[in-house]
């Protein structure tokens, strides 16, 4: 098993490369288009090949599902699989889903609100989660697609698995990588604390604070 956090140096998004060196597959999940370099140089490295590339979310699936799907022509691979915000004929995956590379297995978990194809992919310990929950942070950046389908799948599907489970999430949070669904849980500054309506209420206000603040420019 082979497991590698990949940083895009412009503006920290995480990505993540997961490996079946003896069989010799792999997966990445949600590669940024500045570290596409390094992940060709992993991948050769271990001599593994790219079966799938996994998106947690698109914001424009316009043009972002071009550059990822250059990159799976490019390395081989057989698609890319996203949520139902994807453009026409994408790999959609659906809730329940199990992705195969190698003996690993990686189960999909839907969870939309940050955008409304939103995914997750639970691999054995860990959970990767995009954009869905930034850790010890606000909630995706403060403005989801859906802030009540975003607080439902946070808590009713994330914070639902065993709490040693580690997060990982799509952007380092003030020097974090990972946390883990109990801490999550406990210590979030918004979902431990706050109640759905309070959060819709919150995300909302946040909204019309900036689109107030745009049309004063």
């Known amino acids: 098993m082979y497991f590698r956090l990949i940083t895009c140096r412009g503006d920290g998004a995480l990505g993540y490369l997961l490996g079946d060196v003896a069989a010799g597959e792999a997966v990445a999940i949600d590669p940024a ?11 050769a490295e271990r001599r593994v090949a790219l079966r799938r590339i996994l ?4 914001h424009d699936g316009t ?3 071009p550059q ?12 890319v699989v996203a949520g139902d915000d ?11 889903a199990n992705i195969v590379f190698g003996d690993q297995v990686v189960h999909v978990l839907a969870t939309p609100g940050h955008t409304p194809g939103s995914l997750s992919f639970l691999w054995h310990d860990r959970v990767f989660c ?10 995706a950046h403060a403005c989801p697609s859906d802030p009540g389908e975003l607080y439902d ?9 065993p709490d040693e489970t580690l997060v990982f999430p799509g952007h380092r949070q003030r020097g974090r990588t990972v946390s883990t669904v109990a801490d999550e849980r406990a210590r979030h500054p918004e979902f431990a604390i ?7 209420a919150s995300c909302l206000a946040r909204r019309a604070a900036r689109r107030r603040a745009r049309s004063e420019l």
């Open 63 to 65: 043009r972002e599902w």
């Open 68 to 79: 990822l799907a250059r990159l799976a022509a490019e390395l081989d691979a057989d698609g």
């Open 130 to 139: 995009g954009d869905l929950l930034d850790t010890a942070a606000c909630g």
């Open 86 to 96: 994807a453009p026409a004929n994408p790999d959609r995956a659906r809730d329940g």
């Open 33 to 43: 288009p500045g570290e596409h370099a390094l992940l060709r140089g992993l991948l």
């Open 153 to 161: 799948s946070v808590t009713g599907t994330l914070f639902r698995l």
């Open 55 to 58: 998106c947690t979310h698109l």
């Open 194 to 200: 706050q109640g759905r309506d309070a959060y819709v």
